[in-house]
């Protein structure tokens, strides 16, 4: 641990001129490696400053250099601190544990806010790898893993899977009338084939080779605590049934108190729903992205985007991707993934518990009522204004054209994928404790 620590702080102290860090002031520079309370403070009112896409890639480099290096004096600090307090009982020093409430402390979950603000406050700025390193090294040399940290009652937290059945007996399971086209993992041939027609498609038993869906499951929540260090990682989340609701909100807060708060009750309220939706999980945590796999689909060649007419596709072109955009979405029941489209091809993958999706053709935009430029100037032009699931005489008083318009539907389950061509207007709506990722492609 203690050379990882030397290395990691001698690559925060010295840049040179083709660095893009060194555009900030030198005399912020020369404080982040001793002082980085203060340079934290003032890169944060810069991140503030400007739109993020805009931020100067230095500042961000400077906040998350500046958290690596609060980071690194934590680690040193709470190790001395544990080998202190061993050798005080007679335990030996030199290989701290959390397993003793008397050397453990807090500073651990110190440390994991620190890193995992970097990450998501500034995008880690090319320190990804530096993070996970001391992030893995820490839970190695401590003996983390899904240890208790003390004597306690089993808790929800120990149960050894998702309240699937509990969250399922309050939904509103609809009935399917129009399904979408289903086949069981098709060959390449046969699925860009298929991708000419421009048409949905459930694919079956897709997701049996994907590690977390058997022996690295996640299904059991004791697997996810342990691959976010105990719960401590921080993870984003929308707050709230659909971010297109009033009282929609956001929050940072721990992996565990997610889970405890929104997920393992099993029961949840449009009050009380919260989202970890469309967030790169994986670049975070790359320890879950060994878990699963890129589907091949994701290689093949997508017809191109139809000329927009009146009607529109409710997409514009978009610049081609140098890979597939991952993307994890986890929250309880009742979270709701409004009528919009997206600007890729998207292949959605379940991994736990069961989803509601209704698709529309792009051809049919006309009927949707998309929103515009609302606050801020955000662009919503790809989101709806309709409900898809109000009542059929709220949506003829306010959108009468929206009755007019054809779908098809499914029921998404666990270790199946549905093929969502770009252009096409989907609406979703979890039915259970649900896990899915999302592969963008084009």
């Given at each position: 641990m203690q050379s990882l620590l030397d290395k990691t702080h001698a690559a925060i102290s010295s840049w040179d001129r083709s660095d893009l860090i060194s555009e900030c002031p030198a005399s912020v520079l020369a404080l982040l490696p001793s002082t980085p309370d203060p340079i934290i403070a003032l890169a944060h009112t810069k991140l503030h400053t400007f739109p993020f896409a805009s931020v100067p890639i230095c500042w961000r480099r400077v906040y998350t250099d500046a958290s690596i290096a609060k980071a690194i004096g934590l680690i040193?600090?709470?190790?001395?601190?544990?080998?202190?307090?061993?050798?005080?009982?007679?335990?030996?020093?030199?290989?701290?544990?959390?397993?003793?409430?008397?050397?453990?402390?807090?500073?651990?979950?110190?440390?994991?806010?620190?890193?995992?603000?970097?990450?998501?406050?500034?995008?880690?700025?090319?320190?990804?790898?530096?993070?996970?390193?001391?992030?893995?090294?820490?839970?190695?040399?401590?003996?983390?893993?899904i240890a208790p940290r003390r004597k306690r009652r089993k808790t929800q937290r120990d149960q050894d899977s998702f309240p699937i059945a509990k969250s399922m007996e309050l939904s509103r399971i609809p009935t399917i009338g129009y399904q979408v086209l289903s086949t069981t993992n098709p060959s390449m041939d046969a699925f860009e084939a298929h991708m000419r027609r421009s048409q949905p498609l459930l694919i079956r038993a897709a997701l049996n080779h994907w590690p977390a869906m058997h022996e690295r499951p996640w299904s059991n929540p004791k697997y996810l605590?342990?691959?976010?260090?105990?719960?401590?990682?921080?993870?984003?989340?929308?707050?709230?049934?659909?971010?297109?609701?009033?009282?929609?909100?956001?929050?940072?807060?721990?992996?565990?108190?997610?889970?405890?708060?929104?997920?393992?009750?099993?029961?949840?309220?449009?009050?009380?729903?919260?989202?970890?939706?469309?967030?790169?999980?994986?670049?975070?945590?790359?320890?879950?992205?060994?878990?699963?796999?890129?589907?091949?689909?994701?290689?093949?060649?997508?017809?191109?985007?139809?000329?927009?007419?009146?009607?529109?596709?409710?997409?514009?072109?978009?610049?081609?991707?140098?890979?597939?955009?991952?993307?994890?979405?986890?929250?309880?029941?009742?979270?709701?993934?409004?009528?919009?489209?997206?600007?890729?091809?998207?292949?959605?993958?379940?991994?736990?518990?069961?989803?509601?999706?209704?698709?529309?053709?792009?051809?049919?935009?006309?009927?949707?009522?998309?929103?515009?430029?609302?606050?801020?100037?955000?662009?919503?032009?790809?989101?709806?204004?309709?409900?898809?699931?109000?009542?059929?005489?709220?949506?003829?008083?306010?959108?009468?054209?929206?009755?007019?318009?054809?779908?098809v539907e499914t029921i998404l389950g666990e270790g199946e994928c549905l093929y969502i061509p770009q252009g096409w207007w989907h609406y979703i709506r979890s039915l259970s404790v649900s896990l899915s990722v999302s592969f963008w492609w084009n």
């Open positions: 040193r600090t709470g190790l001395e601190d544990c080998d202190r307090s061993q050798q005080k009982n007679g335990l030996g020093g030199g290989n701290a544990t959390l397993n003793d409430d008397k050397v453990e402390g807090e500073w651990v979950d110190v440390v994991v806010k620190v890193l995992d603000m970097a990450a998501i406050m500034a995008g880690a700025a090319g320190r990804e790898q530096m993070i996970e390193q001391l992030l893995s090294a820490l839970q190695s040399h401590l003996g983390e893993a605590l342990e691959k976010t260090l105990g719960g401590r990682r921080l993870v984003p989340i929308e707050i709230g049934r659909s971010y297109t609701d009033v009282d929609w909100g956001q929050s940072i807060i721990t992996f565990k108190e997610f889970m405890e708060k929104y997920i393992m009750p099993g029961v949840s309220y449009p009050s009380n729903l919260g989202y970890l939706a469309q967030y790169d999980l994986f670049s975070q945590i790359p320890s879950l992205r060994n878990d699963i796999a890129v589907p091949d689909y994701c290689y093949t060649t997508p017809p191109p985007l139809k000329a927009s007419g009146s009607a529109g596709t409710g997409t514009l072109p978009m610049p081609q991707l140098q890979g597939p955009l991952l993307n994890a979405w986890f929250g309880p029941a009742g979270t709701v993934s409004p009528l919009h489209t997206d600007p890729y091809h998207n292949i959605l993958c379940q991994v736990v518990g069961k989803k509601y999706v209704r698709l529309y053709s792009p051809e049919q935009t006309d009927k949707f009522y998309p929103k515009g430029v609302e606050g801020g100037g955000v662009d919503m032009s790809n989101t709806s204004e309709v409900d898809v699931e109000a009542p059929a005489e709220v949506q003829s008083a306010n959108f009468p054209l929206f009755l007019q318009a054809t779908y």
